[in-house]
């Protein structure tokens, strides 16, 4: 049975909607280099390991890399579903332990090309989706570019991804700065990845609280921290999810705490408020807005 096949026949034997229960989450960084699209896939796997029917919507338009992490080649992407006949679940690749994913394109222009009515259908047909799934986590592209923003004022919970190195921090800051602008602190959850200790993980956290606090009046929560670790490495190189090359490494055992904090089955250090419930339709209009021209 192939990937379409498989996914219309989940969707034929869901049991009533579950949009009201889907949640959402941005994994995204102030600059590339982070590890951000590593930290998307293998939080999304742990998140299915929960048992919970996830998606990865991998929106860094023309830098698009979530089936290279996975180790599949280039599929169909969300462009396609402006094409009359494609449906959405014929644009969603299937990977380990079934997670799903699609891909936003590699090549920005070719959004651009597409008219008000094209964008309109593809995500008019991403609606179909929304009886299938437990979560989406998106990958969105690093820094400040508008059609990032607009994507993560769609989410749940916003996963902002930095590494204890200065640049990467004054980065992560200027994000922070923005989001909260535009009354999106709420949402705001800071993972350290590639930290050589939890107590510089911790550090790390407490400069940016600092200084938020200092300059924005505001603390963002902590989601957790990701030790440095030669197993992410190798399964980068691998083409294949550290948390199933590696189960039992320092990083597989991070992203699983961060997997069960997401769902709230762990504390968490608090932001200003719990992070409110965005609902599939919206998280669509706001896509639409984002990556094309709604």
Not at 113 to 128: H, Y
Request: charged content about 20%; glycine content about 8%; some cysteine.
């Amino acid at each position: 049975m192939d990937q379409a096949s498989e996914l219309r026949k989940r969707m034929a034997h869901q049991s009533g909607p579950r949009g009201v229960s889907l949640k959402t989450a941005a994994v995204t960084s102030g600059k590339g280099g982070v590890g951000k699209s590593n930290v998307a896939v293998n939080v999304a796997l742990a998140l299915q390991q929960e048992h919970k029917n996830t998606l990865i919507l991998d929106t860094d338009v023309g830098f698009a890399n979530v089936n290279v992490l996975l180790g599949s080649g280039a599929g169909r992407t969300l462009l396609d579903l402006a094409q009359p006949g494609v449906l959405a679940s014929d644009v969603v690749q299937t990977g380990p332990l079934g997670i799903s994913w699609i891909s936003g394109g590699t090549a920005l222009p070719d959004w651009i090309q597409l008219s008000r009515d094209q964008v309109k259908v593809c995500f008019d047909k991403l609606m179909d989706l929304e009886s299938t799934l437990d979560w989406v986590i998106v990958d969105t592209g690093a820094g400040l570019n508008e059609s990032s923003l607009h994507l993560l004022e769609s989410v749940d919970q916003i996963l902002l991804v930095t590494t204890p190195e200065p640049t990467a921090l004054a980065d992560a800051y200027a994000l922070i700065k923005v989001l909260v602008r535009r009354s999106l602190s709420a949402r705001i959850r800071i993972v350290v990845n590639r930290c050589r200790t939890f107590s510089e993980g911790i550090q790390t956290f407490q400069r940016l609280v600092q200084v938020s606090k200092t300059f924005l009046s505001f603390e963002p929560g902590a989601m957790g921290y990701i030790l440095e670790d030669p197993a992410v490495g190798r399964a980068v190189f691998r083409q294949t999810p550290f948390l199933l090359s590696a189960p039992d490494s320092r990083a597989a055992q991070c992203v699983r705490q961060i997997a069960r904090r997401l769902m709230g089955g762990e504390d968490v250090a608090p932001a200003e408020s719990p992070p409110s419930r965005r609902g599939w339709r919206e998280f669509i209009w706001k896509l639409q807005h984002a990556l094309g021209r709604g």
